[in-house]
T-cell receptor
């Protein structure tokens, strides 16, 4: 089946550092790709998405580009803040029985220190 | 606030017991998804309902069952609980089943189940 692999955490950065969280996927067809964020004690929130190759999703200073040739969707932010500390999940959409569901990576915990 | 409400927030129970987790989707959302989040398995899709009918099934154990009621709320029933069932259980909802155009799925805050 389809799967998502994202870099192992935890990742610890200083404020204003550059962030990259790698995500690669294995899928048949052309899934949509997502990054979700989970702040402490909360549910998952959609951070950004891309629905086709070469699309760039962006939100709150985060960006990710759908790269079909490398089957990747790496998350980047130029200057992280303490408030970005959270767990980040890469996900793809998978079609099953006429319906689609999300397949998640294992998550990468980011801690940003002041 | 995502608009998805899950109750209870925390649940502690003994092995062998049965519990029911409840999810109220966002107003107007017809589709509900259940996910299990554990440290070793990550986020695992369990089951999906759309307008009262089961649409997709994932890695859901036979001891687990779910349903979606006419008012669109959903319940996940976990029985003969084992220590390994301790996890965070998330519910998500979307307007339609996720398909082309892929409407966003909104997640609740989860129910943390601890089996002792």
């Amino acid at each position: 089946g389809n799967s998502v692999t994202q870099m192992e955490g935890p990742v610890t950065l200083s404020e204003e550092a550059f962030l990259t969280i790698n995500c690669t996927y294995t899928a048949t067809g052309y899934p949509s790709l997502f990054w979700y964020v989970q702040y402490p004690g909360e549910g998952l929130q959609l951070l950004l998405k891309a629905t086709k190759a070469d699309d760039k999703g962006s939100n709150k200073g985060f960006e990710a580009t759908y790269r079909k040739e490398t089957t990747s969707f790496h998350l980047e932010k130029g200057s992280v803040q303490v408030s970005d500390s959270a767990v980040y999940f890469c996900a793809l959409s998978e079609t099953q029985g006429g319906s689609e569901k999300l397949v998640f990576g294992k998550g990468t915990k980011l801690t940003v220190n002041p | 606030d995502s608009g998805v409400t899950q109750t209870p927030k925390h649940l502690i129970t003994a092995t062998g017991q049965r519990v029911t987790l409840r999810c109220s989707p966002r107003s107007g959302d017809l589709s509900v998804y259940w996910y299990q989040q554990s440290l070793d398995q990550g986020l695992q899709f369990l089951i999906q309902y759309y307008n009262g009918e089961e649409r997709a099934k994932g890695n859901i154990l036979e001891r687990f069952s779910a349903q979606q009621f006419p008012d669109l709320h959903s319940e996940l029933n976990l029985s003969s609980l084992e220590l390994g069932d301790s996890a965070l259980y998330f519910c998500a909802s979307s307007v339609l089943p996720l398909g082309s155009g892929l409407p966003e799925a909104f997640f609740g805050q989860g129910t943390r189940l601890t089996v002792v």
